[in-house]
Structure formats: structure tokens, C-alpha cells
């Protein structure tokens, strides 16, 4: 499954760290953070997307914690 969201981010270099940790989670297919568009494009397995999900949002409150992700 591949799905986009809105992903505020605050700058370029904080969306290639929100991104390098997201592709680090098991079951992670590829992930892709833009500044420019502020969206976060996921893939993941179905049958595991929703805990992919999951830890994709807490790996990015890790690194900008007032990141907000929402269905685009």
C-alpha cells in the first residue's frame, strides 16, 4: 500500500532526517518526505501498514516534535 499526507515540516534538512528514520522500520517499502510540497509519501505491506504508520509519526515527532501528519 502507498499513501501520501500532509506533513508539516519546518525545513529541508529535518525532512531528509524524518526520511532516513522512517526507511530504517522494519516493513518500510520506501518513504519519501518533501519540504517543498510539505507531504510524506509511505509504503508499506497492507497487512502491516497501519504499525508501519504508527512509528513513521513517532519517528517524526522524534525529530521536529511539533510535526503534524494528516491525511492529504
Same mark, same amino acid.
Given at each position: /500500500?502507498?499513501?501520501?499526507?500532509?506533513? $508539516?515540516?519546518? *525545513?529541508? @534538512? *529535518?525532512?531528509?532526517? /524524518?526520511?532516513?528514520?522512517?526507511?530504517?522500520?522494519?516493513?518500510? %517499502? @520506501?518513504?519519501? %518526505?518533501?519540504? /517543498?510540497?510539505?507531504? !510524506? /509519501?509511505? $509504503?508499506?505491506?497492507?497487512?502491516?501498514? $497501519?504499525?508501519? !504508520?504508527?512509528?513513521? %509519526?513517532?519517528?517524526?515527532?522524534? %525529530?521536529?516534535?511539533?510535526?503534524?501528519?494528516?491525511?492529504?
Amino acid at each position: /500500500m502507498k499513501k501520501t499526507y500532509k506533513c $508539516e515540516v519546518d *525545513c529541508a @534538512n *529535518c525532512a531528509a532526517k /524524518m526520511e532516513d528514520a522512517i526507511k530504517k522500520i522494519d516493513g518500510v %517499502v @520506501n518513504a519519501r %518526505v518533501n519540504f /517543498m510540497t510539505q507531504k !510524506l /509519501m509511505l $509504503e508499506a505491506a497492507d497487512d502491516i501498514y $497501519e504499525k508501519v !504508520l504508527d512509528e513513521a %509519526v513517532k519517528a517524526c515527532k522524534k %525529530v521536529e516534535p511539533d510535526c503534524e501528519i494528516e491525511i492529504a
